[in-house]
Each structure stands twice: as structure tokens, then as C-alpha cells.
């Protein structure tokens, strides 16, 4: 149908693309030939090219050939970490923390967090990342620069037990201050590190902190095998049922990694009185040489939400959520020894919606469709090493590489178009940062932040 001369302006129509839809199923499809129009943020419909042919926008990106994804969402990560990219390489777990990564971490100003939020914010926006959880220190900072930038963010300010009762309530004062923030692309979380760094009266303090200010809460939790297991020989619990009786699992709570989630505990993650949902980062397990990794079937048959996420670039040297999404459909094929799980489409559904609701947003982002925000992404397709398709869903996952994404949308705004970044400056940034790294690296003066135990209890 032909649109009325008198109707308005679109402010974006995306057009000549495939577009990646979910039905009321949510499982994956593709309409070809689509278009997807934009108007105050928001998708406002998808429709065949010929729909809006003629039809007037402010602007217009021609994307033929070209997959439009919704944007992807890095489910945890401490972006500024960035900065310590390399820093400590082929460590075990304890070395990396207490040797190298905690003592660093004791010279970080609020200026190292801006620089390398900006300069990790750069990476994720050009592979294709349009929202990102964040879990670190000086998070003003990082909320500043999301608001600058663009993109989407769900941020909390960390805490540890040996802060005092000080670092609890900077985190509810980070969470209550910029919820809601950057016209609404900040959410907030409470932040406790972890429960073999946070204790049982925090972590009660923080349920009940959230329960009253309705905020959920993001932690580390369960990381490995060898710390759930020696919580449990030492102490008689595991990391998850700390969760459960310190009341964190009655409020809505992302926890990171969980590859040390035991068959006992899958019954207390059914029963949760929250929306519970995990974070997978699996190119950090084996780097660690972790035994086992994010148990994604059992977690999928009760119903938890997998989330796809880098942790930080010092261990995980990169923040593309691309190579997260191919690693974890390789990984879970070779732990559950069956090559029919996960598929290509299962893969990019947790990229995807799931994705989404792990972080708090599958009501509004993590599909393209009417009234869900547009955090749209391009994906260009044409490379010799994505030719020829036979299956789109296991191009997308298996073949293509974040330096596809052609263009990156979020709330209606082009963040990067033709792989031109056009929010951050990346030379300033860089540059910047190299005038500080000596200061930042020292580890002379013999401090940590926190000390790291395997048995998992602080």
C-alpha cells in the first residue's frame, strides 16, 4: 500500500534486507526482502521492501544483501578492564587474581575507568553489541561514558565485605541515582563481587536492599568446579545455596558464569522466587583450563535463561560476543557429546532474546518487532568466508565474524555506519591511555584490592 502524502516522516527505514524475526514461539526466522521502519526509537513495523518504497524518511540506509539482526547484548563483563588486556596471561585462577590482576586493580583512578569504558564501549559497538552488563568499580564513570556514546547499558557498582557497610551502600546509591539514566538506556543492578567475597549478612542485606528498592542484583557466583566443591567440603554448602539462604535467589538475579553449578542444585534454581538467570563466558574457561563449563541444557530444561556473555578483556582478551555465541555452540556440543545440541538457531536465540532477558530487557529489546527498541545491527554477508549460504543461521553463527557488522542502531541512533565508528574518538582514547599505563601497572607497593580464596567463602 501506498502511504498518504500527509503521513510523517519515518526518522529511519532500514531497507532491501533479511531480517532476523522471532515468532510467538520464539524460535528464529528470516524474512528477505524486508524493511524495518523506526520512528521515536522504537521499531514501528517490518515489512516487505515494496511496503516503503516511496515512503519518506530522515534517513535511509539502503541494505541490501545485508542481515539485520537485533543488536547483541554482552551478558557480564567489567568493561573498563580493557586497560589490562594481556596483563596477565596463562595464570591459574588464584595467580591471576592475587598476583597480578587485584594489585593493579588498587591503582585504578576514575580516569582509568572513563578511558577504558570508552575504548571498550568502541569495541563492542563496532562487533555488533548494542547493550552490555557491567559489574565494576568507579561506575559513574562508565554510566557517563554510555550516555556519551550511546549504547545500552545495565551497570552496578561492585562491592566487597572488606569495604564495610560503605561499599553496600555505594552500590545502592550508583543503582538508585542512575536508574533509568541516558533517556532510559541505563538499568542498574546491586553488584556484590561474589559470595566467597561478599558474606552471608551482605549478601541477606543486599536481598533485602533489592527487594525493597525493586532493583535486581548481578554476582559472580559458582564460577568453576573446584570452588563449588571445596565450599562444599569445607563449609557444607555450595555457592548457589549460599544464594538461596541469604534470600538473593527471591529477587531477580544474574549470576555470572556458574560453571561450577552442581547437579544439587538445579532443584533450588527452579524454586527461585526471582527471575534467575545465568551468564556464559566461555573463552575465559579454557583459558583458565576450567574442567567444566556453563551446564547450558540442564539450566535450558528448568527453564533459566543463558545469557552470552566476554567477561572482562583481561581474561577473555576481547569483548566480541560473536565469538562468544559460536564457542559456546561448539562447547556445549563437545560436554554433552551430541553435535544436535546446540544448533545454529538455538545459538542465536541466546545471543539474541535470551540474551535479553537475562539482562532484564526481553520486554524490550532482543527481537525486531513493533515496539521493542530498535538496537539494530548489519551484518554484511558478501566475504568469500560466508559464501555461499546454504543455511543463514549457521552462517551467522559458524562463519561470520563481528568485523561483518556494517552498522550498529540503538534507540533509532546510528552508533557506526560502513564500520565508521561515530561517537567515540578511538585514536584519542588510545593515546591516553598509554600516557597512564605505567602508573597503572605497578604492583610495587605490594597492595590488593581483595584476596582471592578457592574455598569460596569469604
Known sequence: ???????????????????????????????????????????????????????????????AGQVALPGLVNCHTHAPMVTLRGVAE?????????DVVWPIESNLTEKDVELGARLACAEMIRAGVTCFADHYFSMDAVAAVVEECGIRAHLGEAFFSSQGPQGRERSLEFALRHRGGADGRITTALAPHAPYTVDDADLAATAALARDHGLPVHLHAAENRDQAEAALARHGVTPIEVLRRTGILDTDVLIAHGTGILDSDLPLLEA???????????????????????????????????????????????LDVWESMALTALVQKSTTGDPRWLTARQALHHATFQSARAVGLGDRIGT??????????????????????????ATLVHSARSSDVRTTIVDGRILMRDRELLTIDVPQVVGELGERMTALLDRGHGRRIQDYDSSGRP
Not at 524460535?27 to 511496503?51: H, K, L, N, Q, T
Open 90 to 98: 596463562d595464570l591459574p585462577i588464584e595467580e591471576w587474581f592475587n
Open 1 to 63: 500500500m501506498t502511504p498518504s502524502p500527509a503521513e510523517a516522516p519515518a526518522d529511519l527505514i532500514i531497507t532491501g534486507c533479511t531480517v532476523l524475526v522471532h515468532d510467538d514461539q520464539e524460535r528464529i526466522g528470516f524474512e528477505e526482502d524486508a524493511a524495518i521502519v523506526v520512528r521515536d526509537g522504537v521499531v514501528e513495523s517490518v515489512m516487505s521492501a515494496d511496503a516503503v518504497r516511496g515512503r519518506d524518511a530522515v534517513e535511509r540506509i539502503e541494505a
Open 368 to 393: 525486531l518487532a513493533p515496539g521493542r527498541r530498535a538496537d539494530i545491527v548489519l551484518v554484511d554477508l558478501s566475504g568469500p568466508h560466508t559464501q555461499p549460504v546454504h543455511d543463514l543461521a
Open 272 to 318: 527461585a522466587g526471582g527471575s534467575t538467570a545465568v551468564a556464559t563466558a566461555p573463552r575465559g574457561y579454557l583459558k583458565f583450563a576450567w574442567p567444566t563449563t556453563t551446564p547450558v541444557r540442564a539450566l535450558h530444561d528448568i527453564g533459566i535463561p543463558v545469557g552470552l556473555a566476554t567477561d572482562g578483556a583481561a581474561s577473555n582478551n576481547s
